[in-house]
């Protein structure tokens, strides 16, 4: 069974870089593609990255193409995504997303705070 596990979230001041990690510590197997979601205070969750398991096609927000990337590890069931020149929109809760034997599956969500 898929299992999201999210890490790396935390504070970040305005510039700077913060890199999210999300592993599915289930090691299923059969997952199509793994990516991030982010929802700020008020606003709906939003699409940002998501990286197909085989492959590696990658597809980004067009609003973040430039400073957030997305890359994956195989061996590791895991898919991170590098977020660089940080901005104070950029301040959510970040959800890893799996989509297996067309099922979503959900993390729990790391925060990620940008202070300007």
């Known amino acids: 069974q898929v299992q999201l596990v999210e890490s790396g979230g935390g504070l970040a001041q305005a510039g700077g870089s913060l890199t999210l990690a999300c592993v599915d510590s289930g090691r299923t197997s059969g997952t199509y593609a793994m990516g991030w979601f982010r929802q700020a205070p008020g606003k709906e969750r939003e699409f940002v990255a998501r990286i197909t398991m085989s492959g590696g096609f990658a597809d980004t927000a067009d609003s973040l193409i430039g400073r957030f990337i997305i890359s994956r590890d195989n061996a590791k069931n895991t898919v991170f995504l590098q977020m660089n020149s940080l901005k104070p929109e950029d301040t959510a809760v970040y959800y890893c997303?799996?989509?297996?034997?067309?099922?979503?599956?959900w993390g729990q969500g790391t925060q990620v705070t940008v202070s300007s």
């Open positions: 997303n799996a989509v297996n034997g067309g099922t979503a599956y």
